[in-house]
């Protein structure tokens, strides 16, 4: 079935399981069409993307959606759970939840797909869209700080745009790090180290992503050397938070959606924690892509990115795992 096809058979919907969407979304192509998201919302051609979010008891639930033109105008709505007590609790994953991508011409619901591997793929691909414009060039090392479900997805990533010499792993449980660092040298033929000392991992990395679900700041001023480029993944919700608020201040801080971050990134705490404002925020990432706003402005230059997940990374890659999947005759179909 081709995408006429299935345009022209309106109450068919695919289904596609976390396998499909890791199998059909490779990291270039998701890459590719987050960085497409970025410069379409910068240029005025997408509008800005939605959030709703609500808390749990132990755990929180948020709705994020978006809108996207590509070969046809696309929307999705992703539901996600993120419940970080899931694995020693239930043995189940942090993040759950559904994407579902609809025709935004007629409304035609086109699929539904498990969002655990839209979700680790298009904020790895954000990371590394950022990485490209604002790290440095030549990156000995790179530090990936929180061993959990996202983090293989951001180093293939970032390794996509950067080849540091060096990866180092730490997490706040040795075993996950040490797991984590021997597949992915298996995996991605490069040395990946356990880093048993935080500070000392953040001092000797160029480039350092924090994927956590840490409720306080453990990335430090006093930690970071000239030059640093971090994108701080782990806070999507007011009450999560990675980076120390005065690292934000003394950083030239890029966004993904500066709105946003206001309201639940690590730019949220250092905003009610008095450190800058949000008219200290130097761009959104789309401005740095469209090259309305400088990228990096020297070596000794310290960015963070405040990775907070939009609904239009999330059309951009839900679009590009259902045209490889009509593409492939992947998935199966039903009818509402």
Known sequence: MNLNDLSAAKSETLLLSRADVERLLTADV??????????????GKAPPPGILGLHAEEGSFHVKA???????????????A??????????????QGAVILCDAVNGTPLAIMDSIAITALRTAAASAVAAKYLATENCETALICGCGGQAPAQLRALLR???????LAYDQDAKKAAA???????????AVTPAPDLAQAVAASGIVITCTTARRYFIT???VRPGTFIAAVGADNENKQEIDPRLLADATVVTDLTEQAC?????????????MSRDAVHAELGEIVTGRKRGRASAQEIIVFDSTGTGLQDVAAAIAVYRQAVTEKAGSSFVF
């Open 263 to 275: 309201a639940i990134g690590d730019l949220h705490h250092a905003i009610v924690a008095g450190a």
């Open 180 to 190: 984590f660092a021997a597949a992915a040298s298996r995996e991605l033929a490069i």
């Open 30 to 43: 998701c890459i590719a069409a987050v960085e497409d998201a970025f410069r379409q919302l910068a240029q």
């Open 221 to 223: 001023r006093e930690m």
């Open 82 to 95: 993120n419940f970080p007590q899931n694995g020693a609790r239930h043995g189940l994953p942090t993040i």
């Open 161 to 167: 745009v950067r080849r540091p010499r060096l990866v």
């Open 66 to 80: 978006g809108l996207l033109v590509a070969d046809r105008p696309y929307f999705a709505a992703k539901i996600n």
